[in-house]
């Protein structure tokens, strides 16, 4: 199983990426994704997370308030580190059970949606890194067309993430999303025929 890293910097358009990926027959797990679903009522991670953090990072329905969460560990660095620490194999542990499930069921790719791959080096993880590149404004306009932010509240974002040139300069295919969906659309198709499928068709495993 070929596993392909999809990365950006917020805003860039990795979402929108993986939605027209999936259309198109190659499935994608997200990481956001599989980092709620370990700490959902009723799992290890989440009494893991009160046991370490306290109730009062739970809300009144008693599941996890992300919120509350970021507000205890966002302030203490190794509070932080603890969480990362806490999560990250329960996420990998998912991770791999999600691959094996596709696996069987026949698929020989999938593409892994990490906003931050590169910032938590997990580079060697994958076989392959597929980056959704934009400009700045264009990123910035989008994401405040989304979430109501303001320019210097997403600039901030940006800034704590790591730096757009590197970014690119690490893709092995990029992916840049500075026009409509059309042209997203298209490029994506680009991206399947030129890279994904043809890796394929070299191991052998299916032909286009
Ligand atoms: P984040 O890291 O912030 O979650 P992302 O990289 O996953 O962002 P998306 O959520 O895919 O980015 O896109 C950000 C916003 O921009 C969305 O509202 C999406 O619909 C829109 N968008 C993405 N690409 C385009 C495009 N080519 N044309 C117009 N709108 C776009």
Do not use: C, W
């Amino acid at each position: 199983m070929q596993v392909f890293g999809l990365t950006g910097g917020i805003g860039s358009g990795k979402s929108t990426v993986a939605s027209l990926i999936e259309k198109y027959g190659v499935p994608v797990i997200s990481a956001d994704e599989l980092s709620r679903m370990v700490v959902a009522p009723g799992t290890r991670g989440l009494a893991e997370v009160v046991e370490t953090f306290g109730s009062e990072v739970l809300g009144d329905n008693g599941e996890l308030d992300r919120g509350k969460l970021a507000t205890v560990v966002f302030s203490d660095p190794a509070k932080r580190k603890q969480l990362e620490a806490m999560l990250h194999p329960l996420i990998r542990e998912r991770f791999i059970e999600v691959k094996e499930v596709l696996e069987q069921a026949g698929n020989t790719q999938l593409v892994y949606e990490i906003p931050l791959l590169f910032e938590n080096n997990l580079e060697h993880t994958v076989d392959g890194v597929i980056v959704v590149t934009a400009s700045e404004p264009v990123r910035i306009e989008r994401v405040i067309a989304r979430s109501k932010l303001r320019p210097s509240e997403v600039r901030r974002r940006i800034d704590a993430q790591i730096d757009e040139a590197t970014r690119r300069k690490k893709a092995d295919y990029l992916i840049v999303n500075d026009g409509d969906l059309v042209d997203l659309q298209q490029s994506v198709e680009k991206m399947l025929r030129e890279y994904l499928r043809p890796l394929k068709d070299d191991d052998g495993v299916q032909e286009l």
